[in-house]
């Protein structure tokens, strides 16, 4: 038994949580997601990433859940599709956090700088993007040292900038904690997986739920010509997928219909007219 020092991002109080070895020592991927329920650090519930050395990497507030529509997908091809990245290389150096805003930047369609040192770890990040985006989010970006960064500033004038430790910018505020809980989210199923197979295909999916639904309302608004609100969102969900969607979701979906497909969304007059669908 460890004791390990944790502290809330939201009220910043700090307390002492005990921790078996065997809890992680049996994780596959050197990180290992410990829930800490509210009340025994203080009023927040969070859940905290801790690698094999009892070190905190890092920790999500799950105060704020945010569901995540259940679609049955068709996982068989994904078994096949090539593997040229060492995951256990990418939990253990890339922070839950930064995971979350990189899916964010992809979903949005905007263009991101990561900055980081190793240039293995350039390589092995590069190759797990387009595994786990293959066939759905396409965006440029680039992963960079910091002395690259600072010999062409000016050349990433238009780009979010973040390294593992600090969001250095973000000129379109979209990184901001509470824009951000879909993809946590995605990133909190992604990591509490202990089988690494099973947890990309876990990620692959969530992402490829988006692209779906998203694809699926377009086509579903065309066909009727009839404009991309937030009722037809809920109707076409439950008529297509028989599932049903939560505000944070929907709100989640207007941005990345405006943002990477680029379609007129509307916002409806008043909360009432879809509430009940919801």
């Known amino acids: 038994m460890e004791k390990v020092k944790i502290e809330c991002p939201i009220c910043l109080k700090s307390g002492v949580i005990d921790v078996t070895h065997r809890v992680i020592n049996n994780s596959t991927r050197g990180i290992t997601a410990v829930t800490v329920q509210s009340n025994i650090i203080c009023p927040h519930s969070v859940v905290v990433y801790i690698d094999k050395h009892f070190t905190v990497r890092d920790c999500f507030v799950t105060d704020f ?3 995540l529509p259940m679609i049955e ?4 091809t994904e078994y096949g599709l090539k593997k040229n990245f060492d995951l256990y290389l990418i939990t253990i150096n890339i922070t839950a956090h930064t995971l979350s805003y990189i899916l964010r930047c992809r979903f949005l369609n905007k263009k991101f700088i990561f900055i980081d040192e190793s240039e293995i770890l350039q390589t092995h990040l590069s190759g797990f ?3 786990i985006f293959n066939n759905t989010f396409k965006l440029d970006n680039s992963i960079i040292s910091m002395s690259q960064y600072r010999k062409n500033k000016s050349g990433y004038k238009d ?3 973040f390294n593992n430790v600090n969001v250095i910018r973000d000129k379109f505020s979209i990184l901001k904690e509470k824009r951000v809980r879909v993809e946590e989210m995605m990133v909190q ?3 509490a997986e202990s089988n690494p197979d099973s947890s990309l295909i876990i990620l692959k999916n969530e992402i490829y739920k988006v692209f779906l639904i998203a694809e699926s309302i377009i086509n579903h608004s065309v066909k009727k010509n009839n404009p991309i609100n937030r009722k037809l969102i809920v109707d076409h969900l439950l008529e297509k997928f028989s ?3 939560s505000n944070a979701y929907l709100d989640f979906l207007f941005s990345v219909l405006k943002e990477n497909f680029k379609v007129d969304v509307f ?3 008043t909360v009432s007219e879809f509430m009940n669908f919801v």
Not at 73 to 76: I, N
Request: without cysteine.
């Open 65 to 67: 859940t945010v569901e």
């Open 73 to 76: 997908l068709d996982t068989s």
């Open 129 to 131: 993007l387009d595994y």
């Open 159 to 161: 780009a979010i900038i």
């Open 189 to 191: 199923k992604f990591l």
């Open 243 to 245: 599932v049903g969607v």
């Open 267 to 269: 916002e409806t007059s």
